[in-house]
């Protein structure tokens, strides 16, 4: 089936059926900045079967400063489960079609084989049956947005239940005068629509190897067009914006499950570092982009990704969620400590714990790690010393010049616990991986056992003696009379037939899968 859509092209269509494809480098397409906001898929490629709910919540302030709450519930269709880390990828690689087309009609023809390169799976038959199963999740969910659905004709946040996909039509792309289609929902193409898009590197969302990494990368990729640092708290960020698991509770086991993927973006060139400050519940993070420039800036307003709104507007739109506790991330975005003004702190922690001003500076001069990582040593080198540690009795301020001196050596908690989690990742990693090449090497095997039974039959019959192969017949046909009623008569034909190939089996002594498996 796979094959015969590959040889659809939209070419094809295009002379027809299919909108005029309009010309979009290969890399360029889009993304609903509702949908950037808070997660629509868990963070895996499986859903767990009894989970039929996600919810997300934060808090903004309107134009007036006021608080608005507002919350974002998931809800699945029992048969088909929640929207997985994969389903992401099929919505947008929809997105880049209705792009390809214009953003022109609310249904949108294409080819499933189409649809797969653009994702870059493989087009196998599996990865069809991924596209149907993702299409099936993607049209079974709602989402309730209480004050979190910004109309940008109103230029409001409203209360909405919304789908993504009204209805879609698969087809193997033989008749080319049936095209497959899907239907966005009306509310998100009105949204199309009213311009609350913006541009989105496919390409590079796509090489992204985690499902948080690419989150992460929709989520930032929307707050960097009007600034260069995206500051909060971390818990906020983590379990509301890119949907990690509430069972992580703690600001070492958040880094864990963040670190990686901001390191990836890092690599990539996203993002040019990232620091955490405080402790606890406070603990934020900020985020820096590789850019020291806004996309904005520059841009004239029918080149921004937000085409009608206004500048304060627009100022609104992307403030980061925050809560009263947080006045400094619902605010414009300060400007970035200086890395001497950073320096000058760190060195007056040092100072006041016990160091000699000439030291510190020695250290942080000579230091081998980020200004962030010895100002972790420090807040660690704190808990030590409220705990009363044995770890340094005898000369704290030894102990803490010693740290800070090998700060690339030093081992922190949350370094044990990612050291710990990524032996874990390996060891379930190479289990996964065994378990497969098992998998494969028994259907592999299987696959040559039953090729060699079947060449065994057919030489054992064309060798037997034709009254024994009648024999054999006439005893499967009695065993099998009281059958025959029940089932047609070309299935009563195959069994017979099945029949008398086993008992010549059994009378040959031809081995068992096993038996057959112990010879090799």
Known sequence: QSQSESEVTPSRFSLSVLPKWRSYPVSVSRDEMNLAEFPLTVLSTRANPKVKTLEFSDTVHDRTGKPVQRSWIITAADKFGLPTSSDDEVLLGLLKLSVDQGLSSQKVFFTRYELLKILRWTTEGRSYTRLSNALDRLSGVRIKATNAFYDNDSKRYSTKNFGIIDAYELHSGRDVAKPSYFIWSEDLFQSFQAGFIKKLDLEFFLQLESAVSKRLYRFLDKHFWYRTRVQMNLFELAHEKIGVSRNYRYPSSLRQQLDPAL???????????????????????????ASKKPRAAGVSRDRSPFPKESDSQLSFQLQEASTKREPRIESAPSKPASQDDLLSQIRSKLVSRGLQSPQALKLLVNRKTSLARIDQIIDHFDGLVRDKSHLISRNPAGFLYRAVERSDEFVLPEDREREELRQQTVERDNRELRAKLEREQRAQREGEYLAHRKNFLRDARVGTDPQVLRDLEREVTQALENVRGLISDDNFTDAIRHGVDEKLLRLLAFPSYDEWCADL
Not at 263 to 271: A, C, K, P, Q
Not at 275 to 283: D, L, M
């Open 263 to 289: 390191d990836e973006l890092v690599s990539n060139g996203f993002i040019s570092r990232y620091e955490y400050q405080g402790r606890g519940q406070g603990t934020e993070i900020a985020i820096y982009a």
